[in-house]
C-alpha cells in the first residue's frame, strides 16, 4: 500500500483477523504507555507473509497520558531467515552423524527452503559439459549424471563472472537473452561457482520456472556463497579422504601380494588362512587345504634360466587363480610352492576339483620354448574337529604332497592318516 492509501485507515485493518487479536494485545499495552517491541510473521497486503519486527511508542499528551502510538514495522524476514539458515548449516557442517553424500544432499534441501525454490543442483564442469552430480527436486526429475551442455546453462555466466549471480524475474533482466531461457524457462536462479581446493569444480544453484516473489537479497548471495564454500570444503575433505583409503588399500595389497606371482604371500596366505580355520570350527562347514607344487621346476631354472622360470611361476599362479571361486584363497608359500584352501568344501569335492585343475595346468600352462610338459602335484588334507590352527593341516597337506612327489609327479594325493600306506585314494595321470 502507498502512504496516501494509508493515511485515515486503521492498522489493524492491514491484517487478517489472527495478526489483529495479536496486535491488539501489543497495542492494549503500549496504550498504557510502556514502550513495547515485538517479533512476529505478518501477511502483508501484497499477500507475502513476512517476519517482522512491531515497534510500539506511546506518544503522551501535556497531562502526561497517552493520545497516540508511533508505530514502527521493520521487516527483518531475510535476517531471520539468514539465522536459521546459518544455524542449520553450521549444525550439519559439524555432525558426525551424516556421511558425505548425506550432508551434501542435506545442503540442498535447505539451500531449497531457504530460497524457496524448487531445485536445487551440483555440478561438474569440464570444458563445455555440465554434469548433474547431485540434484534435489520434486519427484526426482533431476538424475545425477545427466549431461548438459554449459553454454545452455545459466551457470556459463555465474563461471565467467567467478561470483554469484542471480535473477528473480529472468524474462525482465537479459538472462531472458540466455540460451537457458529459451530451452528450460526458468525465471528464477541463484548460483555460485564451486571451488575445491583453489580450482574450478562447478557450481551450486537454485532455481525455479515461476518469478519469485521476493527479489534476491545481499544476504541471499552471502548464503549461497557460503554454500559453496561448504560443498567446495565437502569434496575436497572427501578427495583427501578417498586418497588416504585408496593409499592405505594399496599399501596393504602390496603387503600382502606376492610381488612376482601376485598372488598372496606367505604371511597373509596364512592369516587368511587361520581366520578359515575359525570360521570352520565355528560353522562345522568342511574346509580343505591343498599344497601345490610345480614338477621339475629347478631343472626348467637350470636349463631356461631364471627368466623363464619366472615366467612359469607366473603363467601357473594366474592358470589356478583363473579356476578358483571368490571365496577361495590362494598364495605362494615360497619358491615353486603353492597353498590353496577350498572353502566350505570336502575332501571328496575337492579332490574333484583339484583333479580339474591338474588338468587344466597341462592344457594351459606350457611354453614352447620349454621342452618338458609343466605339470603339478597336490596334497589335499580336509580340516578336522581336533584342528584349532591351520598349521597341522598344513603339514597334512605337504606330507601328502610328497607322498604325491614320491608315486611319480603329477597327482592329486589326499592325506588320510601318517602312514604311506593310506595314500590309496591317489588320482593318477
Known sequence: ???????????????????????????????????????????????????????CNPRFNGDGGVDGLVILVTDITDRKRSERTLAELNALTSTRELSHEEKISEILRLGCEHFELPFGIISHVLDDQYTITHAQSPDHTLVPGTVFSLKDTYCIQTL????????????????????????????????????????VHGTINFSAPDIRKRPFSAADIQIVRQFADWIGYEIARQRDHQALMDAKTNLERVASTDDLTEVLNRRALLEQAEREVQRFRRSKQPLTAVMLDIDHFKQINDQHGHATGDAVLKKFAQTV????????????????????????????????????????????CQFEEIGQTITCSMGLAAAEREDVEFSPIMQKADTALYAAKAAGRNRCVCYEGESNEKFERSVLS
Do not use: M, N
Open 1 to 55: 500500500s502507498t502512504a496516501d492509501k494509508l493515511v485515515g485507515t486503521r492498522l489493524r485493518e492491514q491484517f487478517p483477523w489472527k495478526e489483529r487479536e495479536f496486535l491488539k494485545s501489543t497495542l492494549e499495552e503500549a496504550k498504557k504507555g510502556d514502550k513495547v517491541s515485538v517479533e512476529t510473521s505478518l501477511h502483508f497486503p501484497d499477500g507475502i507473509r513476512r517476519e517482522c519486527r512491531f515497534d
Open 321 to 364: 587363480t583363473s579356476s578358483l571361486r571368490a571365496v577361495d584363497i590362494f598364495g605362494r608359500v615360497g619358491g615353486e610352492e603353492f597353498c590353496l584352501i577350498l572353502h566350505e568344501t570336502g575332501l571328496d569335492k575337492a579332490l574333484v576339483a583339484c583333479e580339474r585343475l591338474r588338468k587344466k595346468i597341462i592344457k594351459e
Open 160 to 199: 565467467k563472472a567467478e561470483a554469484p549471480l542471480a535473477t528473480a524475474h529472468a524474462s525482465e533482466s537479459d538472462f531472458s537473452r540466455h540460451p537457458c531461457y529459451q530451452i528450460f524457462k526458468l525465471e528464477t536462479y541463484i548460483g555460485a561457482p564451486l571451488l575445491v581446493d583453489g580450482v
